[in-house]
């Protein structure tokens, strides 16, 4: 399975500098590029340009690919939600100059600030306990500060998503209804028919309504897109939280489950300490906030036991992957089938 990905739009020299001469004027040089591999979605580039300012380039999939439900203009959500991060957090990307008019190379393409530091999924094992849990604490702090963002609805802000909803209920129901729709158009295989899923979840959609108020929730705070450097002092920080295109409005919540992946939040307090940090708010875990915790680690696993399907990925690596994550999916579904509808 590796990092291939047939979503990826792969950009030219040529078309490099065409992308260049829109953002940056005619007379703007290119002196080094490279294409990052890292991604699975969209195909991103660290570009040096003439007077040496480092960038990102990413390039969305072409828009007549037939993705995932949820995935639609997801470079514009991406866009949207650094403009919205970045007045309430420091370590967010700038947007540079983005463009969606698709008249140059057929798709949406940004050029952002380069983040320093490496992703904390390579550096992790070369951290300390106390460094570790210090970065963890730092990112829930980050976090907080993104959840003071209120949107306008719930959902996803995608143009014609029937996520987009008056009520946390019922974007989160339109969410897990168009993926699992999408795990019988791709032929999925998942521990349980997607009726009977989503007959589950919704027995316990009643917790759902606690959520008074769409926060701005990333989503994707998975450790490889989170960025970390030492500062002057030596200490590791916090540089750069990336890749926003899968944030949606919603319970500040949910921003557990990919913090905490493959993890139980109960063994890392870091997390919840560095959240009521912060000073925006603490995060209580009563026994309805575990069961929307639960409701929102299924969507993940779900999202991530089908996308495979729509990046070209084939073979026993993918397979073994995805048994991997269905195991984690029936564990989950099992632990909520156990709890009593309140």
């Not at 991060?85 to 949406?108: K, M, Q, S």
């Not at 299924?298 to 999202?303: A, F, M, N, T």
Request: hydrophobic share 40%.
């Amino acid at each position: 399975m590796g990092n291939y990905s047939s979503t990826r739009r792969h950009i030219t020299e040529a078309e490099l500098r065409s992308l260049v001469r829109r953002g940056f004027g005619d007379r703007t040089g290119i002196t080094d590029w490279q294409e990052l591999t890292g991604g699975t979605y969209n195909a991103v580039y660290a570009i040096t340009l003439g007077e040496g300012t480092e960038l990102v380039l990413k390039v969305a999939p072409p828009p007549e690919l037939k993705l995932l439900s949820h995935e639609v203009d997801l470079m514009r959500t991406e866009v949207d939600f650094y403009r919205r991060a970045a007045r309430v957090v420091p370590v967010v990307p700038e947007v540079v100059h983005a463009d969606f008019h698709r008249d140059l190379i057929g798709t949406d393409f940004v050029f952002l600030s380069r983040v320093a530091g490496r992703d904390l999924n390579g550096i992790r094992d070369e951290l300390t306990p106390a460094q570790l849990s210090t970065v963890r604490g730092e990112i829930a702090a980050y976090a907080a500060g993104l959840h003071t963002v209120t949107g306008p609805s719930y959902g996803y802000p995608l143009r014609g998503s029937r996520s987009w909803q008056p009520t946390w209920r019922g974007a989160f129901g339109a969410m897990v209804d168009d993926i699992l729709a999408d795990a019988l158009r791709l032929g999925s295989a998942l521990p349980a028919p997607p009726d009977r899923i989503g007959e589950l979840l919704r027995r316990h959609a009643d917790v759902l309504d606690e959520v008074r108020r769409p926060a701005l929730v990333h989503f994707d705070l998975w450790d490889g897109n989170v960025f970390v450097a030492a500062d002057p002092a030596g200490t590791v920080r916090v540089t750069g939280l990336i890749d926003g295109e899968r944030a949606f409005f919603g319970d500040p919540l949910a921003e557990l489950v990919s913090m905490t992946l493959f993890r139980e939040l109960d063994d890392e307090p870091e997390i919840l300490a560095g959240y009521a940090s912060a000073g925006h708010g603490r995060i209580e875990l009563t026994p309805t906030a575990r069961r929307r915790l639960t409701l929102y680690t299924i969507y993940l696993y779900l999202i991530m036991c089908i996308e495979g399907a729509t990046r070209g990925w084939d073979g026993p690596e993918r397979d073994e992957y995805e048994q991997r994550l269905a195991g984690r999916l029936d564990a989950q579904l099992s632990r909520l089938d156990k709890v009593g509808s309140a």
